[in-house]
């Protein structure tokens, strides 16, 4: 049962509401990089390329319920047979977030779950529109599991931290 501190029920009484409230304030790109670096060579390889991708995700707070979460993404392409690098991108991008009212436990679970949920379609257009205008077909990253590579992080430190709720 949740306790109700003098404070909250006075802000109660006065018609406040206390339910955690999440915002996105701002989100933006901080850092992209696109090399095709064989060109225009690559631009004529023939058969599916080799693609690797590295995804990882950062918070920190930056005072007053406000934390920047950032998504980076590493993407590169080599050809089938030669492992000739055909172009490599990487996208450093990041949104500023407003968290109230959430219990001090929600608050790592939201910045790296939530939160590059959020961001991650249009981090996705970024990294498909910098291909496609490097001369490629453009790069359509599948929908990433934030939740399973955070339980997956949870597991990796020893269950340290938030523990998940709820089945997974």
Do not use: C, H
């Not at 950032?70 to 089938?80: G, Q």
């Not at 055909?86 to 977030?97: I, K, N, P, S």
């Not at 608050?107 to 949920?117: D, G, N, Q, S, T």
């Amino acid at each position: 049962m949740t306790e109700i501190t003098p404070e909250a029920a006075e802000a109660l009484a006065n018609g406040a509401d206390l339910a955690p409230q999440a915002g996105i304030l701002a989100q933006y790109v901080k850092d992209l990089s696109f090399e095709n670096p064989n060109a225009p060579g690559s631009l004529q390889m023939q058969g599916q390329p080799k693609i690797e991708i590295n995804v990882n995700v950062n918070a920190r707070a930056g005072g007053q319920d406000m934390y920047e979460v950032e998504l980076k993404i590493e993407a590169s392409a080599r050809a089938p047979d030669a492992g000739t690098l055909a172009f490599q991108v990487e996208l450093l991008y990041a949104g500023l977030f407003r968290l109230t009212g959430a219990p001090q436990e929600a608050v790592e679970p939201f910045l790296i779950v939530e939160a590059p949920r959020i961001l991650f379609p249009f981090a996705r257009r970024v990294i498909a529109d910098a291909v496609r205008d490097g001369g490629f077909p453009p790069l359509m990253l599948e929908p990433i599991d934030f939740g399973g590579l955070y339980l997956q992080q949870l597991e990796a430190r020893g269950g340290a931290g938030v523990q998940p709720v709820g089945n997974a």
